[in-house]
């Protein structure tokens, strides 16, 4: 079971519906093990838990079993909040239903889940004490709704349920997005610039580097990895120039002035914005960043929250750059982790990170999000290359796609 699969690659199904419903005791049925507490006791599930699990042929998901949305009271209403925020971010909705049927306010949810394009699977739980309501199930047929009956405690429906989850998948989890592959042949050189400074984690590589090294190995080509001191040396050294070039987004200024013009360059972060976003959207975002006007608010998206750092690329290094490449008085909010904010429509531009922490579904519903209220969104490295005055060169790469 891959649980060691990045968070950023796995697709996230939640479990949501009344108190008692047994969505605790149905995410143990489909794992095949006691995942989650359970008990007769309504509101026994108080904040979400996960669970890593090998859907195949999905591969790696991650199980969200998450509190009533029926809770009550002050710490109820927070429980139910925690709820919907996982919703939000999921990419299948199951939303599960006791022998009580849909209610109004299931029909509310479903309909508001739908809106935001995400596919909803209704399981009707404890099938083995009654069958689902023929009127439920006409409102679901009627709907376009998926539905099965399940029956957590005896297992009857069970692999339906999981059927139905996979046929449900978005297309873009279902099929392999391209990170560097199409851009490489078999025995190319490519050399890989990973600079050594405060941000880069300790004893490792980021996420992006190294999914972006196992590329070019998947591919048959030939890495060669050097800190953005070396790379005159690597490419005086090699036998014949590399099929590409690939950089950190802040070395790109240094590097550009190493490589020569007919040698394909190019970042990590652009490469991640085609294999997580929407490259072509966000390029268009970043040449937004000309018509900036002064007192312009400007959203920072950050999908993990990390301890920021002296110069923090995020907090202190795109805003700085953004303000010395336009000219003007910008302001900068900054949020972090899976928050989205309610009043988006306030922002002249969004620039998101590279997304390595989080899955390509929940980076492309904030672009259709931005794209819906009217707001620009670029990513950190296309933004800095947009800065740096390189955004043309690390784009040619992807002219011909």
Not at 166 to 194: F, H, K, T, Y
Not at 280 to 287: R, T
């Amino acid at each position: 079971m891959s649980t060691k699969a990045p968070r950023g690659v796995r697709l996230v199904i939640t479990l949501a519906g009344r108190r008692n419903a047994g969505k605790s005791s149905l995410i143990n049925a489909i794992a095949g093990q006691g995942v989650a507490i359970t008990s007769p006791t309504p509101g026994t599930t108080t904040d979400p838990v996960a669970k890593h699990y090998e859907l195949n042929p999905l591969g790696p998901v991650t199980f969200y079993d998450t509190a009533g949305l029926d809770d009550d009271g002050e710490i109820g209403r927070l429980r139910v909040a925690a709820t919907r925020k996982v919703l939000m971010r999921t990419d299948v909705a199951v939303l599960v239903i006791d022998e009580k049927g849909l209610s109004r306010s299931d029909h509310s949810l479903i309909e508001e889940v739908r809106a935001l394009g995400l596919p909803v699977v209704v399981a009707f739980n404890k099938a083995d004490i009654m069958k689902p309501d023929e009127a439920d199930t006409r409102w679901c047929e009627e709907k376009g709704i998926t539905y099965v009956a399940v029956s957590a405690s005896s297992g009857t429906g069970v692999d339906a349920l999981k059927t139905q989850i996979i046929e449900s998948a978005p297309p873009e989890m279902r099929e392999d997005p391209v990170l560097a592959g199409d851009l490489i042949r078999e025995g190319d050189w490519v050399v890989c610039v990973v600079p050594i400074d405060l941000a880069a984690p300790k004893g490792r590589l980021i996420l992006p580097q190294v999914q972006v090294l196992r590329d070019i190995l998947d591919r048959d080509a030939i890495a060669v990895t050097v800190k953005e001191r070396e790379v005159k040396d690597a490419l005086t050294n090699l036998a014949k120039p590399p099929a590409l070039v690939i950089t950190d987004s802040q070395a790109i200024t240094s590097v550009a002035g190493d490589v020569p013009d007919g040698i394909p360059l190019t970042t990590f972060s652009t490469l991640f914005a085609r294999y997580k976003g929407d490259l072509g959207e966000l390029a268009a975002g970043a040449v937004r960043m000309d018509s900036l006007q002064d007192g312009d608010r400007v959203l920072i998206c950050e999908s993990c929250s990390h301890h920021p750092v002296a110069d923090d690329i995020g907090r202190v290094k795109l805003p700085r750059w953004m303000r010395q490449y336009t000219g003007r008085t910008l302001e900068f909010d900054v949020y972090a982790g899976h928050d989205f904010p309610e009043d988006l429509e306030q922002y002249a531009l969004a620039v998101h990170c590279g997304g390595c922490m989080t899955n390509r579904r929940e980076i492309l519903r904030r672009i259709r999000e931005c794209r819906r209220r009217g707001v620009p969104v670029t990513n950190y490295g296309i933004a800095i290359s947009k800065t740096q005055g390189v955004l043309e060169r690390v784009m040619a790469p992807f002219r011909h796609m």
